[in-house]
């Protein structure tokens, strides 16, 4: 069940109670009156201060098993609070959301971008699924595909992170993934997993 922003803010107010042991944060916290207001189905996020882009001098593709260490792959860039990035055509870049979020057991999110960036060709490239039990703030995967670069800013209003209910089942759910925790964007790791292995090896029999 999605829920709408209503009942977003009760939940966020919830969290200030005592006997609340598996809360539903976001800091900054979003202003609760609005929220109360608007009846959207989902809550706005903010951009945030830091953007990582891929050193394409350094290599001639990006290997899906590659080990080098992240710092030798990309470029971390701060953008203060009233400065701007430029996004240019065809171009991509990783950014992180301002709030941190700690989702409960019995929740999860999506988030997709806003109409109004979407209309001038500015893409979260990937709907960013976030499991319940979530602590952190978001990955965003932005990408230029209109023909102008476009100017974006630190603080404004960037995605809208769409929650809806689980099933929680009986025990408590933590998100263990490698992004757990993240105050920065992060360009993570791709690992083959069992049958990816046992396949490769298979074809080289």
């Not at 944060?25 to 207001?37: E, K, M, S, T």
């Not at 209003?157 to 689980?166: A, E, K, S």
């Amino acid at each position: 069940m999605m829920l709408k922003s209503e009942r977003i803010a009760e939940l966020l107010e919830r969290a200030d109670k005592p006997d609340e042991t598996d809360p539903f944060v976001i800091a900054p916290r979003p202003d609760i009156q609005d929220l109360r207001d608007k009846g959207a189905a989902s809550i706005d996020l903010r951009l945030g201060t830091w953007f990582v882009t891929l050193r394409e001098a350094r290599m001639g593709h990006l290997a899906v098993d590659h080990k080098s260490v992240e710092s030798q792959l990309t470029r971390k860039q701060y953008v203060p609070f009233g400065k701007s990035y430029y996004l240019h055509p065809r171009s991509f870049v990783l950014s992180v959301t301002l709030e941190w979020i700690r989702l409960p057991g019995n929740l999860a999110a999506y988030v997709i971008g806003r109409s109004s960036w979407g209309r001038r060709g500015l893409i979260i490239a990937t709907a960013t699924g976030v499991h319940p039990g979530f602590k952190g703030c978001l990955t965003l995967e932005l990408s230029n595909v209109g023909e102008l670069p476009i100017e974006i800013k630190p603080g404004m209003r960037i995605c809208q992170l769409c929650i809806h209910t689980v099933d929680a089942g009986t025990t408590p759910h933590i998100d263990s993934s490698q992004f757990v925790g993240s105050r920065m964007p992060s360009l993570g790791s791709i690992d083959h997993d069992d049958l990816s292995k046992r396949l490769a090896k298979a074809n080289t029999l």
